[in-house]
Nanobody, 126 residues
Framework: VQLQASGGGLVQAGDSLRLACVAS????????ISWFRRAPGKEREFVAQ???????LVGDSVKGRFTISRDNAKKTVYLQMNSLKPEDTAVYYC?????????????????????WGQGTQVTVSS
């Protein structure tokens, strides 16, 4: 499956953005999808994941502000980002992992994911 992330941009603190990760090829519903981000000079950080069965988790740094959802008919996973802060500035990447339906594990390490889309830049000004 090939992934295309979009929706980034330049916003002010407190604003919202919705990122989209659109898949092509493959059977989208087979995949768990995650979002990671990389801020300048930092390691890639787990942001959120949604599994085939709908189970989802967001990272502690964005809990209460970001939500992840999926639309299998549109082969798209969304990352809704509210109350954005300057520290959310980063390149955001989506990744896919082929899993079985009953697998509810959350994979927070980037090494667990081997199918990445290109990133989309999110810049939050103060």
């Amino acid at each position: 499956v090939q992934l295309q992330a979009s929706g980034g941009g330049l916003v002010q603190a407190g604003d919202s953005l919705r990122l989209a990760c659109v898949a092509s090829g493959g059977t989208f519903s087979r995949y768990a999808i995650s979002w990671f981000r990389r801020a300048p000079g930092k390691e890639r950080e787990f942001v959120a994941q949604i599994n085939r069965n709908g189970r989802s988790l967001v990272g502690d740094s964005v809990k209460g502000r970001f939500t992840i959802s999926r639309d299998n008919a549109k082969k798209t996973v969304y990352l809704q980002m509210n109350s954005l802060k300057p520290e959310d500035t980063a390149v955001y990447y989506c990744a896919a992992k082929d899993t079985i339906l009953s697998d509810s594990r959350i994979f927070t390490s980037q090494s667990d994911w081997n199918n990445w889309g290109q990133g989309t830049q999110v810049t939050v000004s103060s």
